[in-house]
């Protein structure tokens, strides 16, 4: 991997590489679903190359249709869900181009955390980071519709 995952910022190389060695690669092509809203998760991805894009069904102008609330690229983190219950997806993830992500089992991670507590911290404030980056993202879109619902509310 190019770019140290925001996974494992912290990580010494060595260590990057031993949770590196108990991911599964999977590539997906253009258009690929990885997972769904409301899916059980049991995996974190990390996205080797390519791209991500999480979306949120909604009904527009009478029809369904998913909108893309964030996109993710090589070194982020996405799948998150998998390590805080109830271990379901919260959004639907696509490839919009081929994309490649390294599988990280919930259960190998765990493993590996229990046996190592000092990586499995940092691994834990990278996760809290992913996380909180995601909660700003949300923030930013209720603000802007709070906006103009207050803006339509004066006009």
């Not at 494992?8 to 258009?31: C, F, N, R, W, Y």
């Not at 009904?59 to 869900?81: C, F, M, N, P, Y």
């Not at 994309?99 to 089992?105: Q, Y």
Request: charge should be neutral.
């Amino acid at each position: 991997m190019a770019t140290q995952p925001d996974l494992l910022k912290g990580l010494t190389p060595l260590d990057a590489e031993s949770v590196i060695a108990l991911a599964t690669p999977l590539d997906l092509a253009a258009g690929a679903t990885l997972f769904r809203l409301g899916d059980g998760a049991d995996a974190v991805y990390l996205i080797e190359r390519g791209r991500i894009a999480l979306s949120l069904p909604m009904k527009l102008a009478g029809r369904a249709q998913d909108v893309v609330v964030e996109e993710h690229d090589a070194g982020q983190t996405i799948g998150w869900s998998a390590l805080i219950p109830p271990h379901r997806f919260t959004l639907t993830a696509t490839a919009p181009l081929p994309t490649r992500v390294l599988v990280l089992r919930r259960a190998r991670l765990m493993e590996f955390c229990e046996v190592s507590p000092r990586l499995g911290q940092l691994i834990a404030l990278n996760i809290a980071g992913v996380i909180g980056h995601r909660l700003q993202v949300v923030q930013a879109m209720w603000l802007r519709e709070m906006q103009r619902a207050v803006t339509s509310a004066h006009a």
